[in-house]
C-alpha cells in the first residue's frame, strides 16, 4: 500500500466499522494528545483501552488502564499509536503477538515506519500512518462506514 497518501473510502472504511480502539501510550494528562483523542474517541461511540505501563491499573478517560496489548481484557478491532517512532518495531511485533491480530493499526500524526507497516500488511492488518482519527472523523463526517 502506498502510505504516502490515503483515499478517503479507505479511511472511512477503517473509522465506520472499528468498535474498539487501543491506546497506545495514553495518557492521563489532559493537555497530551493522546488523552484528547482518547475522550474524542469514547464520546463519539468508540470503546478505549487505554495502555500505558507507567499507568498500570488507573483509569484514563474513564477506562482502566493495562500495562501491555496481551493484557486486553478482550480483542481490539484497531490499536491506535502514540509512542516515539523508534518504538514501532517494537511495538509491531508485540501487536503480532496478539490473538487475534487486530484489523487495525494506526500511527498517529508524526509517526510513521514502512518497514513496520509492511510486516502488519502482511499478515492482514490494515495499516494508516502520520494520521490523527480525531481530525479524520470530522472531516469525512457523514462518509463513514
Given at each position: 500500500m502506498n502510505h504516502d497518501s490515503y483515499d478517503d473510502s479507505y479511511i472511512a472504511g477503517i473509522l465506520g466499522s472499528v468498535k474498539t480502539i487501543a491506546v497506545l501510550g495514553a495518557s492521563p494528562k489532559?493537555?497530551?494528545?493522546?488523552?484528547?483523542?482518547?475522550?474524542?474517541l469514547k464520546r463519539i461511540g468508540y470503546r478505549i483501552f487505554p495502555v500505558?505501563?507507567?499507568q498500570e491499573g488507573k483509569e484514563i478517560a474513564g477506562a482502566m488502564t493495562y500495562a501491555r496489548l496481551a493484557e486486553l481484557p478482550e480483542p481490539v478491532d484497531m490499536v491506535d499509536v502514540f509512542r516515539a517512532p523508534a518504538a514501532i518495531p517494537g511495538l509491531a511485533e508485540e501487536i503480532l503477538a496478539m490473538d487475534p491480530?487486530?484489523?487495525?493499526?494506526?500511527?498517529?500524526?508524526?509517526?510513521?515506519?514502512?518497514?513496520?507497516a509492511a510486516r502488519l500488511e502482511e499478515r492482514g492488518i490494515k495499516v494508516v500512518m502520520n494520521r490523527c482519527p480525531a481530525i479524520e472523523i470530522p472531516r469525512l463526517g457523514r462518509k463513514l462506514g
Open positions: 489532559p493537555g497530551r494528545p493522546s488523552h484528547g483523542v482518547m475522550n474524542f500505558n505501563p507507567g491480530l487486530p484489523k487495525v493499526v494506526w500511527m498517529q500524526l508524526g509517526i510513521r515506519d514502512d518497514a513496520a
